[in-house]
C-alpha cells in the first residue's frame, strides 16, 4: 500500500519525531500534510498522548484512524500501488476553446454568434481577468454542470459557501464564448423596479420608462446573474416568475406593457438565467419559496475548497502548473501556465512554503467554520465569524510578490532577498491583524507556529 495523494492529520506526538520531521516523511512519500481535521482528511496518524475528542471526530467524519507504528508500515510500502490520477495515464485536455465553441471536459457550449448590441460587448467578461483561475476538481464539476444547463437553456441555481467560485464560474465560461452577463447583486433593499424597470425624469421634463436588466438581458441574449438571491424580500423574486419558465416571458406592467415572449417580442435564443446564494443558515438570509426554488431546474451545491485544492492554487499562480484530476470517468488536466501571474516567487524551495500557506488557510478556514453539531473553534464570540478563502490567500500572494521591507542597511528588500522576513511580517498584517481578542490571537499563533512560520519558530524550506 501507498500514501501517495493521501491527506495526513496527526494527533498526539511521535516519539523521536518533531511535527516538522513528521511532515517531511509524509511529503517524501507523495502524501500532503493536514493541519486540522476535515473531511477532506484521508487519514488521522495517533501518537502517543492524543486528544480524543479529535478521534472521535475523525470517526464521525469517516476518516480512517491509524496507530503511528500501523502508518509507518504504509510510508514505507511499494511505490506502485498509486491513485489514477497520479498514475501513468494520459490526461485529456481539460479545456479547449475555439471558433466554434468552448469544451468543458465532455460538454460543449457553443460561441456566441455575433454581432451582439454595442452595450452587450462592454458586458463579455475579459478572459485575462481569469489568470489565476486553477482547474482544481470542485471548479471543473462547477463549470461542467454550468455547461450542461447552457446547453439545454435551464436556469441554474449555485448554492455555496463564500468564495466557492460560484458567480466566477459562469463569467469563466461567458468569457471562454464571448458571452455578455449582466450581474445583479440583490439586496434587502432591491425593488421590483430595479429588476423589470421603472419610469426616471427625462430631458425635456417629462417622464420616461428605462427598463431593468432583465427584459433587456431576454431581447438581447443576455446572461442574466442574480447574486445573493435569498438576501432580497421574497416577494420581489417573485415577479420574476414567468421569466424562469420553459418558455421565458414577461409583462412590463411598469411601463407600457409590453409583453417579452410568446406573442410578444422575441425571446433571445441566448438568453440565459443564473442565481446564486449563500446557505440559508448564513445571518439575514430569507427562506425562498419552494415554488421559486422549484423553478430552478438546474440546481448544484458548490463544493468548499480543502488544502488540497489550496496548495493547488497556489502551484498554479506561483509555478504555472494546473492539477491532474478525476472526474466524469476520465482524468482530465488544464493546460500549463508559461507566465502566471506570481511567477517572481518561483525561487528554488518555494514549493515547501506554498504547501504550509496553503495548510495555515485551510486550518484557518475550519476553525473558522461551525462544524456539524459544535460551533467554531475561532471566533465563537463574534457575531459574525472570520472568512478565511482563496481570495484572501491570492491577496496574501500578491503582499509577498509587491511586498517589500528596509533592512539594517537602508536598503529595500523584496520576497527574493528575504523571504522569510517578508513572509512573516505578511502573515502578521494579513492574517493575525484579522483576528480580535487574545483568545483568538493565540489559537492563529499556536497554527502558525506548528507549520514553522513565525520568526521564532521558521522552518527555511530555501536552503538547499
Avoid at 172 to 178: E, H, K
Avoid at 199 to 207: E, Q
Avoid at 335 to 346: K, Q, S, T
Wanted: hydrophobic fraction near 45%; aromatic fraction near 6%; glycine fraction near 10%.
Amino acid at each position: 500500500m501507498t500514501v501517495a495523494g493521501w491527506r495526513v492529520a496527526l494527533t498526539g506526538r511521535v516519539e523521536g519525531e518533531s511535527r516538522a520531521r513528521f511532515r517531511e516523511r509524509i511529503e517524501a512519500a507523495g502524501a500532503s500534510y493536514a493541519a486540522t481535521l476535515d473531511e477532506h482528511v484521508d487519514v488521522l496518524v495517533v501518537g502517543q498522548e492524543p486528544l480524543t475528542s479529535k478521534v472521535a471526530r475523525a470517526e464521525e467524519l469517516g476518516v480512517r484512524v491509524e496507530t503511528w507504528s500501523t502508518f509507518c508500515r504504509e510510508l514505507e510500502g511499494p511505490a506502485s500501488a498509486v491513485p489514477l490520477a497520479a498514475a501513468g495515464l494520459e490526461a485529456r485536455r481539460a479545456l479547449e476553446v475555439g471558433a466554434s465553441g468552448m469544451r468543458v471536459l465532455d460538454r460543449r457550449i457553443p460561441r456566441r454568434q455575433l454581432p451582439v448590441d454595442p452595450l452587450g460587448r462592454q458586458l463579455v467578461p475579459v478572459a485575462e481577468s481569469f489568470d489565476h483561475y486553477t482547474l482544481d476538481a470542485p471548479t471543473l464539476g462547477l463549470l461542467r454542470f454550468l455547461a450542461r444547463a447552457v446547453a439545454l437553456g435551464q436556469p441554474c441555481l449555485v448554492e455555496g459557501d463564500t468564495a466557492t467560485s460560484k458567480t466566477s464560474a459562469i463569467r469563466f465560461l461567458a468569457a471562454g464564448v464571448g458571452q455578455p452577463v449582466a450581474r445583479l447583486n440583490l439586496n434587502g433593499q432591491t425593488d421590483a423596479g430595479e429588476l423589470v424597470g421603472k419610469y426616471t425624469p427625462s430631458a425635456d421634463g417629462g417622464w420616461t420608462f428605462r427598463e431593468g436588466l432583465v427584459p433587456q438581458a431576454m431581447r438581447h441574449g443576455w446572461w442574466l446573474v442574480l447574486d445573493e438571491v435569498n438576501l432580497a424580500d421574497p416577494a420581489v423574486l417573485e415577479r420574476l416568475n414567468p421569466v424562469l419558465e420553459r418558455e421565458p416571458s414577461l409583462v412590463l406592467t411598469e411601463g407600457d406593457g409590453a409583453r417579452i415572449g410568446p406573442g410578444g417580442i422575441p425571446v433571445h435564443d441566448d438568453f440565459r438565467v443564473f442565481a446564486t446564494m449563500n446557505p440559508a443558515e448564513y445571518q439575514g438570509r430569507s427562506v425562498l419559496s419552494p415554488a421559486w426554488r422549484d423553478r430552478f431546474v438546474a440546481t448544484i451545491q458548490a463544493r468548499a475548497v480543502g488544502e488540497r485544492e489550496l496548495q493547488q492554487l497556489l502551484r498554479r499562480v506561483v509555478l504555472g502548473e494546473q492539477p491532474r484530476v478525476e472526474l466524469a470517468g476520465g482524468v482530465w488536466q488544464g493546460d500549463p501556465d508559461p507566465d502566471p501571474p506570481h511567477l517572481g516567487l518561483a525561487v528554488p524551495g518555494v514549493e515547501g512554503l506554498l504547501s504550509r500557506l496553503a495548510s495555515l488557510h485551510a486550518a484557518l478556514a475550519t476553525m473558522s467554520r461551525p462544524g456539524e453539531g459544535e460551533g467554531a473553534s475561532l471566533g465563537v464570540r463574534r457575531r459574525e465569524g472570520y472568512v478565511f478563502s482563496r481570495r484572501g490567500l491570492l491577496a496574501l500572494m500578491d503582499a509577498l510578490l509587491h511586498g517589500h521591507r528596509i533592512d539594517a542597511d537602508g536598503r529595500e528588500v523584496g520576497f527574493v532577498e528575504a523571504p522569510a522576513a517578508l513572509v512573516v511580517d505578511v502573515l502578521d498584517d494579513l492574517v493575525l491583524q484579522r483576528v480580535r481578542g487574545d483568545e483568538d490571537r493565540a489559537l492563529v499563533i499556536s497554527v502558525l507556529r506548528s507549520l514553522g512560520l513565525t520568526a521564532d519558530s521558521w522552518v527555511d524550506p530555501f536552503q538547499a
